[in-house]
Every structure is written in structure tokens, then in C-alpha cells.
């Protein structure tokens, strides 16, 4: 009861810390799409760079999100962007790096080797197969990738509130400081909640791109 | 038409050299099938891969219609070949119709000239075009999707077609089908078809002519009752088998063999069993083990006896080599 009435009493401002945990992943999800995603495709046709780059990525996510933001500190601050915005997003982007590059990569390489060659075969440039047969293929487990991304940026985004970016991190934060329980169960309600829809509402994006065939076999 | 001139394949790992096709040299003639027939590792399916360029030419050279495969860009080369491969290889992405027109897709065809050429294929291999579509691969059986991997090869209308076991995936009854089926579509399209297999049976069923591959040297290429009649060497007897003149039988039929020995025994003797003049010996073998005086015989169309095969008859079409008849056309 206390925790509605918490809710009831903060609505705008719960509101506004929900649309600034949403820019911080959204901004974060969708560089690392840009950038991950053609990088997996690249490394799919690459196959020695392919291990150098995943080991990469699964360091980065094994690097304690407090630990990260402190290493960008001192780095942005030569750049006076030590904390706030900045270097959660890029934190969250190095995080989200992982599941997209190797989904994009795994699924890339899973596509069925006849297929491949039918398309090689049939007289397709590589250009052709890559947008014409494989991506299209790829797209699903791609689409699962971000889905893993989004809801982990959506949990580590809350520590980005100690290094000033916003978001419902703030209610968690200021609530331990404070002593104050309800507000910290709050924020980690919110940020739960928050995480579960965007998982239901990515699950069905990623049915509508998936064909049937995966649903019957 | 096809020529193969000396065409070698080396594959050169850790220091190792192994030559998978070994200075192959011969020539498919237009409009007729040439099977690749051979064991597993033979480079029967190297060679087929070579002919649009997926595997490069170490020596040699493959002419296909007066052209040098490697004087042609590899992409427009492929989209002037068909190519089917075991597997269908079809797009699971794409619609029935989208997978049938792949190739005139890319060849920048209108709207209306790949529905109308997509209608005329699905009608030739037997499928509804409208039913199928919308249809994906997935939603169809295995001998449908394998029909639509052959309509997708002949959909640009290419000249020279190359087919890599198509049927060998398939169950017994569904593949004898498809065989018959593709027959008949090659009698109205008379592509130019280079044929792998494994099969001794759909060689002979399927090939004008066959070639008899082992480690990447040809062992013998020629018509099938060439090769059934006069194996090159031991490997070509022992791939045969002992029953070849069973399979030299079953390329015959009792009209042919009436004709070419001019049996005109008069059916005086009444044999228990009847066939037509298109029945193969093969058959006609089976009734004639069966009846009391080994004999059969053969009615004409107005059902009319037309003459008598007795067992010796069959037996000396057998020891005789070099019979001028032509094998049935199936």
C-alpha cells in the first residue's frame, strides 16, 4: 500500500525518470544495432576475426557495471563528460555489443549451407545473398539478440544513476542513501516492470518477423 | 552442349596433393542427359560444380555452348544454367512463387511475364500455381519441394541445366515417380542436363548417356547399353554388378526384339502368357520363367498375335555385343 501511495504521490516525476531510462537504453539498444550488427555480418564472413571479436565482446560483459562506469570516468573526463548521459551510454552500449554482434554472427553462419548454395548457384552476387536470403533468415535470431540487449541495459541502466544519468535508477539510489525503503522498492519495481514489457512487446516484434516454420518444427 | 577437355581439379592441403577429377575429357550432346555416376569421392560432384564455376578449373577447360566457362563472368554464367541440388536449397524467406522466380527476378523480368512463366512451370511439374503461391517451403512435402527446386532451375529457361542427385533424398515410390515425371518434362524442354548420381538404377533409367567416374579418372563413358553390354574395365563390371543383363533387359522391349530377329514364329503354340509389343524383356523374362514350354507371346495394338519369344531367344540377344538396337526411349 505504501508503494502505491508512493506512486500516487511522485506520478510525473516517476513518469519522467521512466522516459529517461527508456532514452538511455533506447539510444544505447540502437547504436550498438547500428553498429553490431554489420560488425557480426562482417565477422560471419570473416572467420579469424570472428573469435578475437566475440572473446572481445564477452570480456567487456564480464566487467562489473559499477567497475565500468568507473573506469569512463577519468577516461570522459578529459572531455569534461566524466559522468551523466555520455558515459552510460556508453557503457550500456559496450553491454549490448555481445548478444547482438554473436546472434547476428550465429545466424548468419546457421543459415543452411544448401541454401547458400543454391543462392551462389542460381547466380546471386554476394551482395544479393546476403539481403535477398541470409538477413531475412537471420532476422529472428538477430531479433532475439536485441531482446537479450534491451532487457539487460533496462537492469544495468539503474546503476547509471550513481554516475548522474537519470532514470529510475535515482528512486534506488537516493532511496538507500536515504533509508528509505519504499522508494527503493519503487525504483526496482519499476525498473522490473518496465523490463518485462519491453520483453513482451520485443517477443511478439519477434514472432511477426519469425516464419511459421520455426513455430511448427 | 557441354564438352569437358582435360579438366583437372588438384586440391593442395598441408603439402598433400589430391587430384579430385583427373584429365576428364568428354562431350554432352544438346538436349540429351549425362548422368556423373560413381561411389561416394569419385569427383563426380566436383566435376558437376565446375561447370558453373563454384569450383575453379585447375587445368582444362569446359565449353558449354561454344562458350569458355572461365571467359564468362561466374554470376551471369549461373543465371544461364539451372541448378538443382539434393537438399532443394529453397528459400525458406521466400513464397513458392518468389522461389520460382529467383533467377528472372534478377534477370529484371516484368511483372506479368513471371506470372505467366511461373503458371506454365507449375502446370509442367504437376502443382497448382495458384494454391502454392502464397505457400512457403516448409508447407510442402518433400517431393513437392523438390519438384519446385527443378521448375525454380528450367524458370529463366536456361539451356544447360546441372542436377546433383535431385532424387536421393526422396523414399523409393516418390523418386521412381519424380524420374518418370522428369523424363516426360525433358521430352517437351530437351535441355542439355548433366546428371550426378549414385544410383546404378537411375543412371540407367535417366541417362542418354553415362558417365562412370572413380577417384576423378573416367572410367568409362558411353550410352547405358554400352556400358552394360561392354564394361571398359573390372571397376565398370563390379560397379554393374552380376545382374547386368537384367538391367541390359529392362532397356529393350518384345516389339524391339521381335523386329531385330524377325521372330515370326506363329502363335500355333498358344503360350499361357501374353505381352504387349512395349512390355521390357526384363518383364517378359519373368513370364517366360514362369510358364511350362518358357515361352510368351507378344500382342500387337489391335491384340493380335504378333510372335513368339522363346528363353533362347532372350538368351541370344544377350551374348550378342553388338546388337543394333536402340534402347527404348523411356
Redesign the interface.
Known amino acids: 500500500m505504501e508503494l502505491l501511495a508512493f506512486f500516487q504521490s511522485h506520478w510525473s516525476e516517476a513518469v519522467g525518470l521512466t522516459l529517461q531510462h527508456l532514452r538511455l537504453v533506447g539510444a544505447s539498444v540502437g547504436i550498438a544495432i547500428v553498429t553490431g550488427v554489420p560488425l557480426g555480418i562482417y565477422v560471419s564472413q570473416k572467420e579469424s576475426l570472428a573469435e578475437f571479436i566475440l572473446a572481445l565482446a564477452g570480456m567487456v560483459m564480464t566487467i562489473p557495471s559499477i567497475a565500468m562506469f568507473g573506469i569512463l570516468i577519468p577516461i570522459l573526463s578529459l572531455i569534461n563528460q566524466g559522468i551523466g548521459f555520455l558515459p552510460a551510454v556508453i557503457a550500456l552500449i559496450l553491454y549490448s555489443e555481445l548478444p547482438i554482434i554473436r546472434n547476428t554472427y550465429l545466424a548468419i553462419k546457421n543459415v543452411?549451407p544448401?541454401?547458400r548454395?543454391?543462392?551462389?548457384?542460381?547466380?546471386?552476387?554476394p551482395r544479393?545473398r546476403l539481403l535477398?536470403?541470409e538477413l531475412?533468415?537471420a532476422i529472428p535470431v538477430i531479433m532475439a539478440g536485441v531482446r537479450v540487449a534491451v532487457v539487460m541495459t533496462i537492469g544495468i541502466g539503474a546503476i547509471a544513476a550513481y554516475i548522474g544519468a537519470g532514470g529510475l535508477g535515482v528512486y534506488i539510489a537516493q532511496g538507500i542513501s536515504n533509508s528509505y525503503t519504499t522508494m527503493i522498492q519503487a525504483g526496482a519495481v519499476a525498473v522490473s516492470v518496465l523490463a518485462i514489457c519491453a520483453d513482451v512487446i520485443l517477443a511478439s516484434v519477434q514472432r511477426l518477423y519469425t516464419?511459421?516454420?520455426q513455430a511448427?518444427? | 552442349m557441354i564438352e569437358f577437355q582435360h579438366v583437372t581439379k588438384v586440391y593442395q592441403s598441408a603439402g598433400a596433393t589430391t587430384k579430385a577429377v583427373d584429365d576428364v575429357s568428354f562431350a554432352v550432346e544438346e538436349g540429351e542427359i549425362c548422368v556423373l555416376l560413381g561411389p561416394s569421392g569419385c569427383g563426380k560432384t566436383t566435376l558437376l560444380r565446375m561447370v558453373n564455376r563454384l569450383i575453379g578449373l585447375t587445368n582444362g577447360d569446359i565449353i558449354v555452348n561454344g562458350r569458355n566457362i572461365n571467359s564468362v563472368n561466374p554470376v551471369e554464367l549461373r543465371r544461364t544454367i539451372g541448378y538443382v541440388i539434393q537438399q532443394t536449397g529453397l528459400f525458406p524467406n521466400m513464397t513458392i512463387f518468389d522461389n520460382v522466380c529467383t533467377v528472372p527476378k534478377m534477370l529484371g523480368w516484368s511483372r506479368a511475364k513471371m506470372h505467366d512463366r511461373y503458371e506454365e512451370l507449375m502446370v509442367m511439374i504437376g502443382l497448382d500455381p495458384k494454391e502454392y503461391a502464397k505457400r512457403f517451403p516448409w508447407e510442402l512435402s518433400g517431393g513437392q519441394q523438390q519438384r519446385i527446386g527443378v521448375a525454380r532451375a528450367l524458370a529463366a529457361d536456361p539451356p544447360v541445366m546441372l542436377m546433383d542427385e535431385p532424387f536421393g533424398a526422396l523414399d523409393p515410390i516418390i523418386r521412381d515417380h519424380l524420374q518418370r515425371e522428369f523424363l516426360k518434362i525433358q521430352q517437351t524442354v530437351k535441355k542439355t542436363i548433366v546428371f550426378v548420381s549414385h544410383d546404378l538404377d537411375e543412371a540407367l533409367t535417366l541417362g542418354d548417356k553415362i558417365a562412370i567416374l572413380k577417384s576423378g579418372k573416367l572410367m568409362q563413358f558411353g550410352t547405358p547399353d554400352e556400358i552394360l553390354s561392354a564394361p571398359a574395365n573390372d571397376f565398370v563390371s563390379s560397379f554393374i554388378g552380376a545382374d547386368k543383363s537384367l538391367k541390359r533387359l529392362s532397356l529393350f522391349t518384345a516389339g524391339q526384339l521381335l523386329q531385330s530377329r524377325r521372330i515370326t514364329r506363329i502363335c500355333s503354340s498358344k503360350p499361357s502368357v501374353a505381352v504387349q509389343m512395349d512390355t521390357d524383356l526384363r518383364t517378359v523374362l519373368a513370364h517366360i520363367l514362369a510358364d511350362p514350354n518358357g515361352e510368351v507371346s507378344v500382342l500387337d495394338k489391335t491384340g493380335n498375335c504378333a510372335g513368339v519369344i522363346h528363353y533362347n531367344d532372350l538368351a541370344r540377344f544377350l551374348e550378342d555385343d553388338s546388337n543394333e538396337m536402340e534402347p527404348a526411349a523411356n
Open positions: 543452411d544448401s541454401v548454395d543454391a543462392a551462389v548457384g542460381m547466380g546471386m552476387t544479393q535477398k536470403v531475412p533468415i516464419p511459421k516454420r511448427t518444427t
